[in-house]
């Protein structure tokens, strides 16, 4: 009866009534137990309840539980500001804090706007940033976000981004198992991308959004729901080529990418790149409400006080959360467990594709890692193969989402306390899963 009364614009991917979390474990009212690999969709990267985290939180509550930034500073915020600019590039030495990643995505857009006097955004088909008007023309990952929510906020291009499993040149000269391994090969692509993706956003510099309107280019280093594509680093390099060479604002969106996900504490650790603006949510605050954006300080100077801001951000409870979890994230070298169980779980999955070619395409960065599910017969992609293993898996306690615009995408996004058993454990159960469905 009660659940009639919740809106039903949340598609629930399980039936589930979630009682408590520990660790990499969801239980259930009746005590049955799984394994959460969606991680409350990458957000509980220290695990549930963390019990530092949890004490944190615990005691700032006592202390204070909002402390309005523009009336007082809480120290616990300034705190946070340090232990962000230790994981930080160091140019990106001053943080904005808002509540959700689509307002940071949003304050981000602003404060570029602000800084350049321009107008225009360049995003990337496939992306997502977020529900909320700016961030809807923004996400270009599936039309449901957008129907029946036009018109959006003008002065957004698309532009392609760098798949190379999906590129529309690869696959004029590539075979499909050709293109699987270039995938696998990413970041490190060595050179073999063909380029075509920077080159489509040179060419919208001269057909649609001049360099002196365009304000940003806003980019995850790894697109996320769009079907966790990892670009070859050349992609994200040619980039800040093109921004540097026209004076336009690069800003990564590692609202996803970040804290850990990718076996650094940010993707961009992984190609070099430094961003003018870096945007973070998600595993920030290990599911408190919080997020945040860093830049330079000399963009950040460019912000006239009171022309952005909000009432919660920073929530100081949330800031407690943040600091705790980055000083878990270090003592733990939960970064450095995302890059080995990535790989484990990486290999277990291509050991998997080998045995089973409905797994087109196994790719990923850390514990942020897809397999993308075709009909092995004609390539197309199976939406209809990863519901089937999706619903399997669950049926044997293993929660696993899709993602992708043909949503055909499993995504592996274990938290990141995960273990090397419960790694194997997990492999076992997909492969039965498989087993089953192929
Ligand atoms: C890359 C990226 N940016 C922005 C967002 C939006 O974050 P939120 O749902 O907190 O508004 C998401 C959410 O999935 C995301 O993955």
Known sequence: MAKEHLSPVWARAFDIHVERGEGIYLYDKDGRRYM???????????????????????EQAARLLHGQIGIAIADKVLELTDELASICPPELDTFFFSNSGAEAVEAAIKLAKQATGRTN???????????????????????????????????????????CYHCP???????AAER??????????????????????????????????????????????????????????ALRQICDEHGILLIFDEVQTGFGRTGKFFALEHVGVVPDILVMAKGLASG???????????????????????????NVVS??????????????RLPENSLARGQQLLQGLRALQRD????????????????????????????????????????????LLTCGSYENVIRWIPPLVVNEAQIDEALQIFAAALDQVA
């Open 36 to 58: 959460d690999f969606t991680c409350g969709i990458g957000v509980t990267n220290t695990g549930h309840a963390h019990p530092r985290i949890v004490r944190a939180i615990q």
């Open 121 to 163: 955004v360049i995003a990337f088909e496939g992306s997502f940033h977020g529900r909320t008007h700016l961030t809807m023309a923004l996400t270009m990952s599936k039309t449901s976000y957008r129907s029946k929510y036009q018109p959006l906020p003008a002065g957004v291009f698309a532009a392609p981004y760098a798949h």
């Open 169 to 175: 040149v690869a696959q004029r000269t590539l075979s």
């Open 180 to 237: 699987a391994a270039l995938s696998a090969s990413c970041p490190n692509d060595g050179g073999r991308c063909c380029g075509y993706a920077p080159e489509a956003v040179r060419f919208l510099l001269k057909t649609q959004t001049a360099p002196q309107e365009t304000a940003a280019i806003i980019v995850e280093p790894v697109l996320g729901e769009g079907g966790y594509v990892v670009p070859p680093a050349s992609f994200l390099r």
């Open 288 to 314: 408190m409400p919080l997020s945040c954006v860093a830049a330079r300080r000399e963009i950040m100077q460019t912000w006239p006080p009171g022309s952005h801001g909000g009432t919660y951000g920073p």
């Open 319 to 332: 800031a407690a959360a943040a600091v705790e979890t980055i000083r878990v994230m270090k003592d733990e």
């Open 356 to 399: 089973f070619p409905i797994l087109g395409d196994v790719r990923g960065l850390g514990c942020m890692v897809a397999t993308e599910l075709i009909d092995p017969h004609t390539g197309a992609p199976s939406k209809h193969l990863a519901q089937q293993l999706v619903k399997h898996c669950a049926d044997h306690n293993l929660l």
